[in-house]
T-cell receptor, first 115, second 109 residues
Framework: GAVVSQHPSWVICKSGTSVKIECRSL??????MFWYRQFPKQSLMLMAT?????????EQGVEKDKFLINHASLTLSTLTVTSAHPEDSSFYIC???????????FGQGTRLTVV | GQNIDQPTEMTATEGAIVQINCTYQTSGFNGLFWYQQHAGEAPTFLSYNVLDGLEEKGRFSSFLSRSKGYSYLLLKELQMKDSASYLC??????????WGAGTKLIIKP
């Protein structure tokens, strides 16, 4: 299958700082990228959907100003957690797909711990 | 509302066969996916069904009945490494993925 690379795999940051997570599609053009978070023993929760060159669509309850998503190219999307707090500690996962009716491939995930 | 149901947990024996069911009610349908997720890792793609019937891929098979809003994932010749959560997801009319809560599969020797 196609490869989606997510970086970093884990990060520890201080409360109040910002953290950027990158998601790259390595061997295909990702017209759509998705950002999820997952709390322990729970299912994936979609945070936002981004299409290349346009603003991300956020799910209800997700703060746009706190979770900044940029999808500037067909191979790269970034999620920036601004002014992180301990409650933002979670597993963040991106996925990417090339077309509407194709499967989505997942990045490795990023475990964020805010101390 | 949109809803995906799958059992929370299942237990099976190494070498046996297990079937994980998924029922769905969504706004439109553009395909159903099964993903495998090991603890602490991101999900990996297993299968995609958009037409009725059975899709076989090695030890794993996936079945879909659109009229019944039903799918199952069949795992044969179970191995210990198959212990994982199995996620069912449906793509709705807006091409958004609606996720089930996942089925935790425990394999015993």
């Amino acid at each position: 299958g196609a490869v989606v690379s997510q970086h970093p795999s884990w990060v520890i940051c201080k409360s109040g700082t910002s953290v950027k997570i990158e998601c790259r599609s390595l061997d295909f053009q990702a017209t759509t990228m998705f950002w999820y978070r997952q709390f322990p023993k729970q299912s994936l929760m979609l945070m936002a959907t981004s299409n290349e060159g346009s603003k991300a669509t956020y799910e209800q309850g997700v703060e746009k100003d706190k979770f900044l998503i940029n999808h500037a190219s067909l191979t790269l999307s970034t999620l920036t957690v601004t002014s992180a707090h301990p409650e933002d500690s979670s597993f963040y996962i991106c996925s990417a797909r090339g077309g509407h009716d194709t499967e989505a491939f997942f990045g490795q995930g990023t475990r964020l711990t805010v101390v | 509302g949109q809803n995906i149901d799958q059992p929370t947990e299942m237990t099976a024996t190494e070498g046996a066969i297990v079937q994980i069911n998924c029922t769905y009610q969504t706004s439109g349908f553009n395909g159903l996916f099964w993903y495998q997720q090991h603890a602490g890792e991101a999900p990996t793609f297993l299968s995609y069904n958009v037409l009725d019937g059975l899709e076989e891929k090695g030890r794993f098979s996936s079945f879909l009945s659109r009229s019944k809003g039903y799918s199952y994932l069949l795992l044969k010749e179970l191995q210990m490494k198959d212990s994982a959560s199995y996620l069912c997801a449906v793509m709705d009319s807006n091409y958004q993925l609606i996720w089930g809560a996942g089925t935790k599969l425990i394999i015993k020797p």
